[in-house]
């Protein structure tokens, strides 16, 4: 069945006006679920990918660096000036 593209243009649209996102975050996200076996089969729409953006975030992570489970940051202990503990 072919896809309503008009629907679809208006969920991307509504993605990229009220929820603020970028064309660039949106491909991105598509990519990321076409590598995914479970979320390629089931978001199949921007509307759904609007309707689970944030728990995608959540479960594919923001990008693969922030995924790395190996890399940890120092603390930043620097007191900004003005400040006394």
Known sequence: K???????ANDVRTMRMLDGRTHRQICEMFGRLQRDSFWVKNIMSPA??????????????????????NHISEPDTEIPPGFRG
Request: charge should be positive; proline fraction near 7%; charged fraction near 35%.
């Open 2 to 8: 072919e896809p309503n593209w008009t629907a679809w």
């Open 48 to 69: 759904k990918l609007r309707e689970k953006w944030d728990e995608l975030v959540i479960r594919l992570g923001r990008s693969p660096a922030q995924r790395c489970v």
